[in-house]
């Protein structure tokens, strides 16, 4: 009850008052019922897009007038919250949070009171995921010589979570050369001849994919451009001996040349 009330009854006796009624003096007014509310733990994963949930708190409060919620916003470590009179209340992470790692977990706690001084809670536990890396794609351009070529660089990991993937390391034997890469990202190239055979301008291609260590993937082209070649052409010898008609001598020159044509 919220306070004293005035009690009378009739009964063939007369009335009775209420002090009668209960023997002396009325009870004094009942105290306020202590309200119950509830609190919320909401879990989410974290993806490629801003992260948002929302829920309602009860308030079971055993006075009839229940105390509303206070509507407040606040800004959590990760993420924005807001709840209104009614105990509804929604949240919105600030980013995508890529930078969390697989199974990393992170917490922003919230306080939400009512108007009679009671306190809830609401906490939202967000859990990371792996964003998979990738490596931009590398092209090399190598002008063929007389001898074997070579070619090296450093392949760059972007990887939006706080601890990087690294390069796979391996040995690729392709159709011109072999690629050779390790797990700092540093690359090397050779062919396996001079790749004399190539003419003038022909150009031959090598693709080789690379790989991190949790799925990216990038590829790492070589163009190697052919170049002239001179050719060598075989000497030839004769003697002679003058006589008294016009000399003549006949043979064969041999030309070689490194060029396919």
Known sequence: STGNRLVSLTNEKGVITADE???????????????????DIVSLVEG???????????????????????AASGKGHFGLFHVDETGHWTY????????LNAGQTVTDHFVVSTADGST????????????????????????ETNVPLTGSGMLQVIDLDSIPATITAQTIDGHYGT???DASGGW???????????????????????????GGHGLLTVNIVGSDDPAQLSGDHRVLQESDSI???RGVLTVTDPDSV
């Not at 009624?21 to 609190?39: D, F, K």
């Not at 090397?188 to 693709?207: D, I, K, Y």
């Open 247 to 249: 000399l003549t001598a």
């Open 120 to 143: 809830t809670t609401v906490s939202v536990v967000i859990t990371g995921t792996e964003d998979v890396s990738r490596v931009p794609d590398v092209t090399v351009d190598l002008q």
């Open 179 to 181: 690629l050779t890469t």
């Open 92 to 99: 919105q992470t600030r980013s995508e949070l890529n930078e």
């Open 48 to 70: 490629n897009a801003v992260l948002s949930t929302a829920g309602q708190l009860q308030n079971h409060d055993p006075d009839i007038t229940k105390s509303p919620f206070i």
């Open 188 to 214: 090397a190239f050779q062919t396996h001849t001079a790749l004399n055979e190539l003419n003038e301008g022909e150009s031959v291609t090598e693709t080789f994919p690379v790989t991190t260590s949790d």
């Open 21 to 39: 009624l209960w023997g002396g003096s009325p009870p004094a007014p009942c105290a306020p019922g202590t309200p119950v509310l509830t609190q």
